[in-house]
Each structure stands twice: as C-alpha cells, then as structure tokens.
C-alpha cells in the first residue's frame, strides 16, 4: 500500500471539533498526517508519526482540508466580459445576460465545453479545491441539458440539473410548457447524469410553484434538491427549500426573520457566494445574522461567466471576513466543512482517519493569512485523492 507521511505542520486544522484549539476548526500544532491511498490513515502529534514510503516537508506551513466548491456553473461557451463592464458603470444586473450564454452554449462543440470545464476545474485545483459542484443551466433544451452533465461527470461525482435556470426565449410566452419540458423529457435524459436538480427561484425566472413543481419531480426521479434562493430580492425561495428538506438554499441575499427562522430549524445549508455581489456591485448577504441564529453557511465561487467569473475560494473567503461579518476561522470552516455539509458529504472538508486525503499546504504558517493577504497565491501544494498535484 502506498503511504506518504506530511509532517513539520505547523498548523494543522481538522475541522474536528474538540480535537485541539480553534473551536470548530480543530487545531493541531507540531503535527503531521499520514496518507495511504486516497485516505487519511493517521494524524496527531509529529513526535508519534509512523513511517511511510514518502515524506512531504511541510516547513512549518499550515495544512488544511481541501476547499469543497458547492456551487459551481463551469459548463459553457463565451464570455460576458462587456456585460461585466457595463455593470461597473452603472448598470445594474437582472439575470438576462444568462439568455446570451445559453446562445453560445448551444452552438458549441462537445471539444470546446469540455475545454472550458476542464481548464476552470484545474484552475480551481491549483487554488485548493479538491471538491466541486457543477452545474448544467445553459442549454436549456433536452439535448443541450443532458450533454452538459455528462461532460461535467468527467471531473466531478457532484453534478446538478439547472435546466429551470431561466426560461428560454422560444418558450418565453410558454413558461408552463417549459416547465412541462423540464420536469418530463429534460429530466428523464439528464437524471443519470445528476445526482441533485436546482431551480432558479427568483422574479424574472421561475415562481414557487413552478420550482416545486420541478423540485418534487426531481426528487421522485430520485435526486437531491439543491435551490437558488433570494438573490436579487425577497421571496419564497428559502422557505421552500426548508419544506423540501433540500441539502442547501444558494446566495441567501435578502432574507427576512421568518427565512433566518426556518434555515435555523432545518437541516438545510445557507450557502453565501460573495463573488456574485463582487460582481455585480449588489448587497452582500449577512453572513454574521445568519451565524449568529445558528444556521449552517457555507461559501461557494457560484464560478460562471456572468455575475461571478472567479474559481478562486481563498477570493471568496477574503470577500466573507471583510464584507460579510465572518471571522477567518468562520469563513474557513464555511469553506470547507461548510461545503460538505452543503452537500451531505461527511467523507470531505475533514482530515480524520478515514476522510478521503483532499488537502492543501500553505505558502504561509497559519490560515488566518487566507484572508490576512487576498488576491496572494498562498497554495502551496494540494493533495487530491492522496495524489499531490
């Protein structure tokens, strides 16, 4: 059995509660992690650790639990970069420009998305991240829908249906046929491609009896629910994502008392996406309320070539402590473990005996420096699957 043994950790964060200092984080100090196969087989004490076949230096660095990206749209043609300009001038974002992508996403080859999802999926490596969602949502017709997750099963087992994204222009007077479409022919060829179906529940998109309606059908083909929720305004979003019991409600920008209220009573994840409020010059949602009332959060990119064309989580961390009312290790964990959770994975976001051997190294001593030095390529060296890479 191959074993590789990483040891001179200076900071070792677990996200195993009551294991060391840093609350949830689960600090370790003078520590080192042995790794055989795919798995963390051993971690504690540097002192203890066992032989292995190879070491890993790690000088002093911290290490950390590979970043676990839930909310990804990597699957696309083009770009709207102009649209990004014309947003920083003033104009404000309303969702259309998604319209503009489906155009190119139609019209290219199979080569050319699986491209761009392999490029993004390796940028996002090089930035530490071991685990990723992505998502479809720029077809938006059978053919286009079902292409798009079996190229996004290439590089990732978490893959979700967005056909409900917007309503395509040739149904644009035909939303309830659309919906027709989504929850019949679409599903059936995109469901063995997906394991979690998403609806854009939002004004200019899909209403909440739309979005149960394709979320229940989702669920009875067998797949988990996952929902965009209260980005551009108010809405039923997040409190239809508690009734499904869906694993995450996504951007959770304008909530009110009674959506704080369910999300804390409920098993479902408010997942944060600040890059999208970067982008499009919008509120950041209150991650610090949200804390506070005891809701799971996780952070996400929501990488896609409209309102957040960044694959970078330590951005994203940065982006929570400064706007959003996160402390580092809140924002950390958020991004990690926090993932996971958003998407019902115990076996990542965690270094333990048994947790796959996702991990980063730092090119600093603690991970406080994530968000203490943004835009800085503080990756040093990631482990994917007990593979350095």
């Given at each position: 059995?191959?074993?590789?043994?990483?040891?001179?950790?200076?900071?070792?964060?677990?996200?195993?509660a009551?294991t060391?200092?840093?609350g949830?984080?689960?600090?370790?100090?003078d520590?080192a992690?042995l790794?055989?196969?795919?798995?963390v087989?051993?971690l504690g004490?540097a002192r203890?650790?066992?032989?292995?076949a190879r070491r890993?230096?790690?000088?002093?660095?911290?290490?950390?639990?590979?970043f676990?990206?839930s909310?990804?749209?990597l699957v696309?043609?083009g770009?709207?970069a102009?649209?990004?300009?014309?947003r920083m001038a003033?104009?404000?974002y309303?969702g259309?420009?998604?319209r503009t992508?489906v155009?190119?996403t139609?019209?290219?080859?199979d080569?050319?998305l699986?491209g761009t999802?392999?490029?993004?999926?390796?940028?996002?490596?090089?930035?530490?991240?071991t685990t990723?969602?992505?998502?479809?949502?720029?077809g938006l017709?059978?053919?286009?829908?079902?292409r798009?997750?079996?190229?996004?099963?290439?590089?990732t087992?978490?893959t979700t249906?967005?056909?409900a994204?917007?309503v395509?222009?040739?149904?644009?007077?035909r939303?309830?046929?659309?919906?027709?479409l989504?929850c019949g022919?679409m599903l059936?060829?995109a469901a063995?491609?997906a394991?979690w179906i998403?609806?854009?529940?939002?004004?200019?998109?899909f209403?909440?009896d739309?979005?149960r309606a394709i979320?229940?059908?989702?669920?009875a083909?067998g797949?988990?629910?996952?929902l965009h929720a209260?980005q551009?305004?108010p809405?039923p979003g997040?409190?239809?994502?508690?009734?499904?019991?869906?694993?995450s409600a996504d951007?959770?920008?304008?909530?009110d008392?009674a959506d704080v209220?369910?999300?804390?009573g409920s098993?479902?994840?408010?997942?944060?996406?600040?890059?999208?409020?970067f982008?499009?010059?919008?509120?950041?949602p209150?991650?610090?309320?949200?804390l506070d009332?005891r809701?799971t959060?996780a952070?996400?990119?929501?990488c896609n070539?409209?309102?957040?064309?960044?694959?970078s989580?330590?951005?994203?961390?940065?982006?929570?402590v400064?706007?959003?009312?996160?402390?580092?290790?809140?924002?950390?964990w958020?991004?990690?473990?926090?993932?996971a959770?958003?998407?019902r994975?115990?076996?990542?976001?965690v270094?333990a005996?048994?947790a796959?051997?996702?991990l980063m190294?730092?090119?600093?001593?603690?991970h406080?420096?994530?968000?203490?030095?943004?835009?800085?390529?503080?990756?040093?060296?990631?482990l994917h699957?007990g593979v350095?890479?």
């Open positions: 059995m191959s074993s590789l043994l990483i040891d001179n950790i200076g900071e070792l964060v677990t996200n195993v009551g060391g200092e840093g949830k984080l689960g600090i370790r100090r520590a992690i790794v055989e196969e795919d798995r087989a051993w004490p203890y650790a066992p032989a292995a890993i230096d790690a000088d002093g660095a911290a290490v950390l639990p590979g676990v990206d909310h990804a749209h696309f043609a770009d709207r102009a649209e990004f300009a014309a003033g104009q404000p309303t259309g420009g998604i992508t155009a190119a139609r019209a290219a080859s080569d050319t699986r999802v392999r490029r993004l999926r390796a940028e996002a490596l090089r930035q530490g991240t990723i969602e992505v998502k479809s949502g720029y017709n059978v053919a286009d829908e079902a798009s997750l079996r190229i996004a099963t290439e590089v087992g978490e249906f967005l056909g994204h917007v395509p222009t040739e149904y644009a007077d939303p309830d046929d659309y919906v027709g989504v022919p059936h060829a063995p491609y394991k998403d609806v854009f529940c939002e004004r200019g998109a209403d909440a739309h979005a979320l229940t059908c989702g669920q083909a797949l988990g629910v996952r209260n551009l305004g809405g997040v409190q239809l994502a508690v009734e499904l019991g869906a694993a951007h959770c920008t304008h909530l008392d209220d369910a999300l804390a098993a479902t994840v408010a997942t944060l996406l600040p890059g999208a409020e982008s499009t010059r919008s509120p950041y209150d991650a610090r309320r949200l009332a809701v959060v952070l996400a990119t929501d070539p409209g309102s957040s064309y960044t694959s989580m330590p951005f994203c961390v940065a982006l929570a400064r706007e959003m009312g996160m402390t580092p290790a809140e924002a950390v958020a991004a990690t473990a926090g993932g959770r958003a998407l994975r115990d076996d990542v976001g270094l005996p048994g796959r051997a996702d190294i730092l090119d600093a001593p603690s406080l420096h994530l968000a203490y030095r943004p835009g800085v390529p503080l990756i040093r060296q990631v699957n350095p890479r």
